[in-house]
C-alpha cells in the first residue's frame, strides 16, 4: 500500500453511536433510523433494560421503519469505550455542566458518540474519559432518539462537501413524496 492510500484510509470517517442503558425500544429504532439517515458506522449499547423491552414488546414498537438495521450493526457492549477504534474521538453527549454547546463544537472525523439514558445521565468516569462532552441547548430535555438526530444532522450540516442536489432529495425521501417546487 502506497503512503498516499495508507494515508487516505487513516483520514477515513468513522461516526459510532453508543447508547449507555437504553429503555425503549422504540427510541433505540429512533436512533437507528436516524444512524442510517446520516450514514453512521455502527450502534452499540450497554445494559439489559432495551434486549429485555425488545423481547417483550417485538416488532410493535419498532421505529427503524427504513429498515437500517439490516445495513448498520446494532450490538449490545460490556463498555462502550470498547467501541473505539484507533484515532476515533470520544465524545460524550448529555446536559452535564461545562459541556461545549453543539452549535460551537467542530466535529471530529472519526467519533464515538455516546448518549446516555432516558432516563438518566452518564457515568462521571465515562466523562472523564472523554475527548470532549457537548450538550445540545434545549429548555428542558429531549428524548435519546431525537438527541442522536440533532448531533448527527448537526456534524452533517457542518461539512463543507455537502453537495446539495435535486438528486440526493429523490434518493433521500419517502415513495410518497413527488412534490416539487414550482418553477
Not at 14 to 29: A, H, R, Y
Not at 43 to 72: C, F, M, P, W
Not at 135 to 146: D, E, H, I, K, R
Amino acid at each position: 500500500m502506497t503512503s498516499a492510500v495508507k494515508s487516505s484510509a487513516l483520514q477515513q470517517s468513522m461516526v459510532k453511536i453508543g447508547l449507555l442503558n437504553p429503555k425503549s425500544p422504540t427510541n433505540v429504532g429512533g436512533v437507528m433510523r436516524a444512524a442510517g439517515c446520516y450514514q453512521a458506522d455502527a450502534v452499540g449499547y450497554t445494559g439489559k433494560r432495551y434486549a429485555l423491552a425488545a423481547s417483550h414488546r417485538g416488532e410493535q414498537y419498532n421505529t427503524d421503519t427504513k429498515r437500517a438495521g439490516e445495513r448498520i450493526p446494532l450490538q449490545p457492549f460490556d463498555s462502550l469505550t470498547s467501541m473505539l477504534e484507533p484515532g476515533m474521538k470520544l465524545v460524550c453527549v448529555d446536559l452535564v455542566e461545562g459541556a461545549i454547546p453543539l452549535p460551537h463544537y467542530v466535529h471530529p472525523q472519526s467519533a464515538l458518540y455516546v448518549f446516555g439514558p432516558e432516563d438518566g445521565t452518564l457515568d462521571q468516569g465515562l466523562i472523564d474519559q472523554a475527548d470532549d462532552v457537548v450538550y445540545v441547548p434545549t429548555v428542558g430535555c429531549m428524548n435519546l432518539a431525537s438527541s442522536v438526530n440533532v448531533l448527527l444532522y448537526d456534524r452533517l450540516a457542518k461539512q463543507s462537501d455537502i453537495k446539495a442536489s435535486d438528486e440526493l432529495i429523490r434518493q433521500s425521501r419517502d415513495t410518497n413524496n413527488r412534490v416539487k417546487v414550482k418553477s
